[in-house]
């Protein structure tokens, strides 16, 4: 019995074992999260294309002959990790704007003069891509959906892939992550610049170059409260970089709670990522499905009803186990000396023997010298159930708990009860 509660107890630990194990829950998110590239052409302000100029960023001109193209990052959506079809970006990576650039002549103008024309014009997005590994693999998407109130997009690929997993989201209620300084992590590929100058360098992809970088939620900023079209905004302090855009900002379980969107300019561990709130608005008016983290995982469910049909099943073969443990009987009886030339002596009588008792050499169970014991008094047979008693015609009589037996006569002999030949004064027990 000890032996098949202590093999439950172990079946028990093994599964519960197994069903807490699987992947670590940032390595399984980093299966859904994918490079962006978008490739722009430029126009000047009468809508005309410019080519072969100089972009005005930051301060810093940088030469551009034709198009030019930028990096993000993004995460895949759906309920079907065979057929993914949707990625989540921001709304910046992929949206045409407006730009300042500075042409040829007026830049070779401004070497002699100190100063340079700066020109208004506009970067209008001519592709977009989700690059799985490097610029020899990159698949075109289609903008599908872009929110003008958050900094969110929507990108979709005509032939579905298994590359990337759908991420788990996990929208919130209002006040519920304020204050609590929970763990995150932002997800992506980040790059010293968002503009890609080298492609084969720029768009490598893999998972292995992928970065995951941790920090604390400071606050959450509602709609009504950012005083800007940003939408619902999670403030956190991870550190991160150009290309670190529209990637995902996940919980410890790795469910995707906000989508990066932009880090202070001037204040080192200010950053800002987009609730997943508005990612889930965006999804359901688009009527895109999607994973909501927070259940119980598809293997985990798995183990726990195995586990419940193995504890099942231990319990019943333990049950039927002492079920017939108590109707079998003992192995064995033991005949116990309690008056006479026996006492304190005992006999083990197994099952399918016959023991005899009496004062001769031959019996089983030898009386010498006992008054009133016949050579050959009686027998004992045990055939695993009942235990039978026979008197061998003794000239004294042979009594269970006073009664006796009658000569040649047989008498059932229970546990606890003497048995006396002749006399009490020669008495054993069974037990």
Not at 181 to 187: A, F, G, I, M
Not at 378 to 405: A, L, Q
């Amino acid at each position: 019995m000890k032996k098949r509660l202590l093999l439950l107890v172990m079946v028990v630990m093994m599964l519960v074992s197994l069903t807490a194990c699987g992947k670590d829950p940032i390595q399984e998110a980093k299966e859904s999260v994918v490079r962006i590239y978008a490739e722009y052409a430029y126009y000047d302000a009468q809508g005309n294309r410019i080519t072969n100029f100089y972009l005005y960023e930051g301060g810093s001109l940088t030469p551009v002959t034709n198009t030019s193209g930028y990096i993000g990052s993004g995460f895949a959506v759906g309920d079907n990790p065979k057929e993914v079809r949707y990625f989540v970006t921001n709304r910046h990576v992929v949206e045409d704007s407006e730009i300042e650039y500075v042409t040829v002549e007026d830049y070779n103008a401004g070497q002699s003069t100190g100063s340079v024309i700066t020109r208004r014009g506009f970067a209008i997005l001519s592709s977009a891509y989700i690059v799985y590994e490097t610029s020899q693999n990159m698949i075109p998407a289609k903008v599908q959906y872009v929110s003008e109130d958050a900094d969110i997009a929507l990108l979709y690929i005509h032939t579905p892939t298994n590359v990337r997993k759908p991420a788990k989201l996990r929208p919130f209620e209002d006040g519920e992550l304020a204050n609590r300084h929970e763990d995150v992590y932002v997800l992506g590929f980040p790059a010293a610049a968002t503009r890609v100058v080298d492609m084969a360098d720029s768009l490598t992809s893999t998972l292995d170059h992928m970065t995951v970088n941790n920090g604390i939620i400071s606050n959450v900023t509602s709609r009504a409260e950012s005083g800007y079209s940003e939408g619902e905004l999670i403030q956190h302090n991870v550190d991160t970089n150009g290309g670190n855009s529209g990637g995902p900002l996940v919980d410890a379980k790795g469910y995707v709670l906000g989508v990066h969107t932009m880090s202070a300019a001037n204040a080192k561990g200010i950053a800002y990522a987009t609730s997943i709130n508005e990612v889930v608005r965006m999804l359901d008016s688009e009527r895109v499905p999607y994973l909501v983290g927070g259940g119980l995982e598809t293997a985990q469910l798995i183990g726990i009803i195995v586990l419940a049909v193995l504890i099942i099943a231990v319990v019943a073969v333990i049950v039927m186990s002492s079920l017939k443990q108590q109707k079998k009987p003992g192995s064995k009886r033991t005949i116990t000396g309690v008056n006479g030339v026996l006492s304190g002596r005992s006999f083990d009588l197994k099952p399918g023997t016959v023991c005899v008792l009496g004062s001769d050499v031959s019996c089983n169970v030898q009386l010498s010298g006992a008054q009133g014991v016949s050579r050959r008094h009686c027998s004992v047979k045990f055939d695993g159930k009942t235990v039978v008693v026979r008197d061998e015609n003794s000239t004294y009589g042979t009594f269970i708990e006073g009664v006796k037996i009658e000569k040649g006569q047989t008498a059932t002999w229970h546990r606890g009860q003497k048995l006396s030949l002749g006399s009490e004064n020669e008495s054993v027990k069974l037990s």
